[in-house]
């Protein structure tokens, strides 16, 4: 199978990417059948606080089913207002990569802090009734606080695997964490701990390695930048966020590299290479993890209940929650971005529907009303997220503005950290690596001749 390489050689020999062994590919695909106990059995590290659990308790006892099921669903910002989030007691709101507060993609980094305290304001007001659960804003900080102008920018993953460097990688994810601070956000989509394995697929360039022993060696690392380690007091009152795996799972082992396709291995393939990473992310403590849009043998994994509830969460003890991608729920069977009780009913604990949140929202209430979702399973994922809001602190934080960190715009490409990502530019690895040395000088030319030639011969047909 041709192996194109579209970014550097340098890159993809030094994270493995080059010369890596293809995934197994079955001719016939058999049914989608998983083993829970062939995979690593785990202990959630993060211990239960008891106070925590009888507030969470109480609280579900408290909700409505509409509160419940706002919990459950994440809106853009391009498409939610504070207002919104009031009404239908929503759970948490994102930004999507061209989304900016108040319509302005290349909003300053205050803007961003007052958007954050008015969703927050909005979320905790309790006119009308209801137990006003805080709010929480995910973004998409996968190489630095990126949504912001003149924050500091590091490598994407693909480079960072080229250092060989675990502190690294923990150092960026502390620096990332703090800067995503200052503008009011709690949550990052990061970090990608795929493992691709042919590289045509598009995104080949979000994996650390094709290695999945590299990849698993920066993980736990990354998360604990970006949290801290686990059992280490409220997030929020170190410079800390939540953390988010993504995407589970194989979406970097999917058939010829189409982007959202099927992973059509085996399961020791898919257990010992793109399950290794989340070995040490759930040692570590992810908060939450994120589904992918791919598929294995036809299941798609926002849908599938063997991997997401039988291994995720029951036999590897991941005691986070899981969220789904940018309206992934809809290409699962028989569902639309607008209902879709398939996913929730196989372990997904929070919908990204970012544009579709209304009628989503409305559908899901009409199906939990009807029994079509059961109450036990909406309860199970209510009390995921809040036990995790509970984690970070949200309850006790106050708005965005008046934490830690909040306001520092100083911080925001600051000096300290762009030394940090100018670091990892000017590394020199010993040419004993094989890296700069005459030999990898040599196995990057064959490789910038031998991927001409595979494109050449594509372009053909």
């Given at each position: 199978m041709a192996k194109l390489v579209s970014i550097s050689c340098v890159a993809l020999v030094s994270?493995?990417?080059?010369?890596?062994?293809?995934?197994?590919?079955?001719?016939?695909?058999?049914?989608?059948?998983?083993?829970?106990?062939?995979?690593?059995?785990?202990?959630?590290?993060?211990?239960?606080?008891?106070?925590?659990?009888?507030?969470?308790?109480?609280?579900?006892?408290?909700?409505?089913?509409?509160?419940?099921?706002?919990?459950?669903?994440?809106?853009?910002?391009?498409?939610?207002?504070?207002?919104?989030?009031?009404?239908?007691?929503?759970?948490?709101?994102?930004?999507?990569?061209?989304?900016?507060?108040?319509?302005?993609?290349?909003?300053?980094?205050?803007?961003?802090?007052?958007?954050?305290?008015?969703?927050?304001?909005?979320?905790?007001?309790?006119?009308?009734?209801?137990?006003?659960?805080?709010?929480?804003?995910?973004?998409?900080?996968?190489?630095?606080?990126?949504?912001?102008?003149?924050?500091?920018?590091?490598?994407?993953?693909?480079?960072?695997?080229?250092?060989?460097?675990?502190?690294?990688?923990?150092?960026?994810?502390?620096?990332?964490?703090?800067?995503?601070?200052?503008?009011?956000?709690?949550?990052?989509?990061?970090?990608?701990?795929?493992?691709?394995?042919?590289?045509?697929?598009?995104?080949?360039?979000?994996?650390?390695?094709?290695?999945?022993?590299?990849?698993?060696?920066?993980?736990?690392?990354?998360?604990?930048?970006?949290?801290?380690?686990?059992?280490?007091?409220?997030?929020?009152?170190?410079?800390?966020?939540?953390?988010?795996?993504?995407?589970?799972?194989?979406?970097?082992?999917?058939?010829?590299?189409?982007?959202?396709?099927?992973?059509?291995?085996?399961?020791?393939?898919?257990?010992?290479i793109h399950g290794a990473p989340y070995v040490p992310a759930i040692n570590a403590g992810v908060a939450t993890v994120m589904t992918s849009y791919s598929s294995w043998y036809g299941v798609k994994m926002a849908g599938n209940k063997s991997l997401m509830t039988d291994v995720l969460k029951r036999h590897m003890d991941f005691g986070g929650f899981i969220v789904s991608d940018w309206n992934a729920h809809g290409q699962l069977q028989g569902c639309t971005n607008a209902s879709c009780p398939t996913a929730i009913n196989a372990g997904l604990d929070m919908y990204m529907a970012p544009d579709s949140w209304k009628p989503l929202y409305e559908s899901l209430l009409t199906q939990a009303r009807s029994g079509i979702v059961p109450m036990a399973r909406l309860d199970d994922a209510v009390e995921r997220i809040l036990r995790t809001k509970f984690r970070l602190g949200l309850f006790e934080a106050g708005k965005p503005s008046s934490r830690l960190l909040a306001g520092r715009y100083d911080l925001l490409g600051s000096a300290a950290h762009r030394a940090i990502a100018r670091g990892v530019m000017s590394r020199r690895p010993d040419a004993a690596e094989g890296v700069f040395g005459l030999a990898a000088h040599d196995q990057i030319g064959r490789e910038h001749r031998r991927a001409g030639r595979a494109q050449r011969r594509f372009q053909r047909g």
């Open positions: 994270a493995g990417f080059l010369g890596s062994a293809t995934p197994v590919i079955a001719e016939s695909p058999p049914a989608p059948v998983v083993h829970p106990a062939q995979w690593p059995k785990l202990k959630w590290p993060v211990k239960p606080i008891a106070a925590d659990e009888r507030r969470i308790k109480a609280l579900l006892a408290r909700m409505t089913i509409e509160e419940k099921v706002g919990q459950v669903v994440q809106a853009d910002i391009a498409s939610v207002t504070p207002a919104d989030v009031h009404k239908y007691h929503l759970g948490s709101v994102l930004n999507g990569g061209s989304s900016g507060p108040y319509g302005d993609d290349f909003a300053p980094a205050p803007k961003w802090l007052q958007l954050a305290d008015a969703f927050y304001a909005a979320s905790v007001d309790k006119s009308g009734g209801g137990v006003a659960i805080p709010v929480m804003w995910g973004i998409d900080a996968v190489h630095g606080h990126s949504n912001i102008i003149g924050a500091t920018l590091f490598p994407h993953n693909v480079g960072l695997g080229a250092a060989h460097d675990p502190a690294l990688i923990q150092r960026i994810g502390a620096a990332t964490a703090e800067e995503i601070r200052v503008t009011g956000q709690e949550w990052t989509f990061a970090p990608t701990v795929t493992v691709p394995q042919d590289y045509r697929w598009g995104r080949a360039y979000e994996g650390y390695s094709s290695d999945p022993k590299l990849v698993a060696s920066y993980v736990g690392r990354m998360i604990i930048g970006l949290q801290g380690a686990p059992n280490t007091g409220r997030i929020l009152k170190g410079a800390h966020v939540l953390a988010s795996t993504k995407h589970f799972l194989a979406d970097g082992g999917t058939f010829e590299g189409h982007d959202q396709g099927d992973a059509r291995i085996d399961e020791t393939t898919l257990r010992t």
